[in-house]
């Protein structure tokens, strides 16, 4: 018997008429790119520098901002969003009771932490800016580490894209061909995003010019594979879980208002952290 094509059977109607909560589903998008801009900020380049011998810094939605930075400072966020991008993907694989609320919520935070991960190594590569490029600084045959990292961006990027379409369909239950389901499922946490890292960026103390140099690209461009990769999902990718429509949710709502609004009011304007 086939189990895949049996589940496909049962899901893929069910999948094609859900009907989702645009609020909700903005509200789970703004918590899942909270978390992964604090994981990359906070945990990847604010933890680090402190347990390596930074006595303080500036932290804040945009970047972290130190006297003195190591390169495994530099190279910390997109380590922690790595690291995170595959917590994200076990518990989704592993979350086969979960509500499609949940399991919904998993994948875009996977999607905004691998995305964000991948997509780091193509554009320091290709702008010789942000935090590859100070990984990469002064290396011999600086040319050839540029063009490395463009090679490994786009090679893991495209990577990124096969694992979190696949994982719409496999885990969340969008089948293959409910392509408008499809485009809200993304279309609304890429504009989520983008709207949330610019408002935060906007009151940094470290300088305007912080938000089209990082936080925009790390919203509009890093999480682009959200506004194309249904076109990359995989042939013969079928649902395994069932999912209903993803229904409005005041919890998910409420919370997400209130740390959108510490996003951007608070972390936004700078938090500074001592050792």
Not at 2 to 8: F, N, P, R, V
Request: net charge positive; glycine share 10%; hydrophobic share 55%.
């Amino acid at each position: 018997m086939s189990i895949g094509g049996d589940m496909a059977a049962k899901v893929s109607p069910a999948s094609v008429q859900a009907n989702d909560d645009v609020l909700t589903v903005c509200a789970i998008s703004l918590l899942a790119e909270i978390l992964a801009n604090v994981l990359h900020e906070g945990l990847g380049h604010a933890a680090t520098a402190l347990l390596t011998g930074t006595k303080s810094g500036v932290l804040t939605t945009v970047a972290w901002s130190s006297d003195v930075d190591s390169r495994l400072v530099a190279a910390g966020g997109t380590l922690a969003n790595l690291a995170a991008a595959m917590v994200f993907w076990i518990a989704l694989r592993s979350a086969t009771g979960g509500s499609v609320r949940l399991r919904f919520f998993l994948l875009t935070s996977l999607a905004f932490n691998l995305f964000a991960g991948t997509g780091y190594f193509f554009f320091s590569g290709v702008t010789n800016f942000g935090d590859w490029a100070v990984v990469i600084a002064g290396l011999h045959a600086h040319w050839l580490w540029r063009a490395l990292l463009v090679v490994a961006g786009m090679a893991s990027y495209y990577g990124a894209v096969l694992v979190v379409g696949t994982a719409l369909v496999r885990y969340v239950g969008v089948a293959r061909n409910a392509l408008g389901r499809q485009r809200k499922l993304t279309l609304i946490p890429y504009f989520s995003a983008v709207f949330l890292l610019c408002a935060g960026g906007l009151l940094n103390p470290i300088g305007i010019q912080l938000v089209w140099q990082s936080a925009l690209p790390g919203a509009a461009g890093a999480h682009s594979g959200l506004l194309w990769l249904r076109y990359y999902i995989p042939k013969g990718t079928v649902p395994e879980r069932q999912s209903d429509g993803i229904d409005r949710n005041y919890a998910w709502i409420i919370v997400a208002v209130a740390l959108s609004l510490v996003f951007i009011f608070v972390l936004g304007r700078g938090i500074v952290l001592h050792r």
